[in-house]
């Protein structure tokens, strides 16, 4: 193989990675949130602030403004403690953003590294999603280092979802099976973030002989949503999954065909893995053929 082919195929690989892994990303969500909240926590401080006057004129005492001050002091540190996270979370965000060479992702992986030996659980994923592409039993080791126990249970479930996409990527469907079931999808902050962790779920139940139970999971997620954008391909390829499983065949390729229709070399994630049905192979294959992406193979004709 020439090293233009190489190249190819190394962009195809990485292609499939950026648009298949799973999003761990909860940054729009926290930020709508966090609005919502501020909003609410100003509006109360005013409350607070007109009650104490009442009081203070009424009592003719200064203790109603001494405790809505320090309400108000109250108020202002945890504004500021969850600002300074917040950007510290958008800073994480920023290293696995974007097309990465090589050569970037080493030096990323390098600013991280810090970060995880302290226990940073949004850096461990970070790191982890930096891994994923090239070295994705490292990115499992990554992971592991997550207490899932003691973290946060938004932290945990991504955590979950993404150790077990990993073992799905990698034909592990037991163990991906096994953290699927401990992921809880209704504490899921929003809507995109339970349909990204329920397209991993869904995958795991397919693959793992409960065809049926994952294609109802998904049925609750309408890809025209345009909440769903973010995660769609997450969740067609559940879907892809979840119809094979299911001697879906028709419902198998509609799915392979909006899935391809973003990116050809998408069907390629369908051919020579661990675990894959084989009628999905094939019909992957044959995709792959159409678009030109892999050539035809000789059909040989036996003639007796």
């Known amino acids: 193989m020439g090293k233009g082919s190489r190249n190819r195929a190394k962009q195809g690989r990485d292609e499939i990675a950026e ?4 999003k761990t990303s909860g940054l729009d969500a926290a930020k ?5 909240a501020a909003k609410a926590t ?25 405790v809505a001050a320090v309400l108000t002091l109250v108020a202002g540190v945890g504004a500021f403690l969850v600002q300074r996270n917040l950007k510290k979370s958008e800073s994480i965000s920023a290293l696995v953003s974007g097309e990465l060479s090589d050569e970037d992702r080493a030096v990323r992986l390098a600013e991280l590294d810090g970060r995880v030996a302290k226990g940073d659980a949004a850096a461990i994923l ?24 003691k973290a ?14 990993i ?31 329920a397209a991993v779920v869904a995958e795991a139940w ?7 139970e994952a294609s109802e999971l998904l049925d609750k997620y309408d890809l025209a949503d345009p909440e769903m954008a973010d995660v769609k391909l997450q969740l067609l390829r559940a879907r892809v999954f979840a119809s094979a499983h299911k001697q879906d065949l028709n419902g198998m390729r509609r799915a ?19 675990r894959i049905h084989p009628l999905l192979q094939q019909e992957a294959k044959r995709v792959l053929e159409r678009s030109g992406l892999v050539p035809r193979q000789k059909i040989q004709v036996a003639r007796r």
């Open 167 to 197: 073992h799905l990527n990698l034909g592990d469907v037991s163990d991906a099976r096994a953290l699927a079931e401990a992921i809880d999808l209704a504490k899921a902050p929003d809507p995109k973030s339970r349909a990204n962790l």
């Open 19 to 22: 648009l298949s892994q799973p």
């Open 206 to 212: 397919a693959r793992s002989g409960n065809p049926i």
């Open 256 to 274: 392979l065909k909006q899935l391809v229709e973003v990116s050809p070399q998408l069907a390629a994630m369908f051919v020579g893995q661990k």
């Open 42 to 66: 100003l509006i109360a401080l005013v409350v607070v602030w007109l009650l104490a006057l009442g009081f203070a004129t009424g009592l003719q005492t200064m203790i109603p403004y001494m």
């Open 126 to 149: 970070a790191k982890a999603q930096l891994q994923m592409q090239d070295a994705p039993r490292e990115a499992l080791a990554t992971l592991e280092g997550v207490d899932l126990d």
């Open 152 to 165: 946060q249970k938004l932290i945990a479930a991504q955590v979950r979802a993404m150790r077990a996409m």
């Open 32 to 36: 709508r949130q966090l609005k919502t």
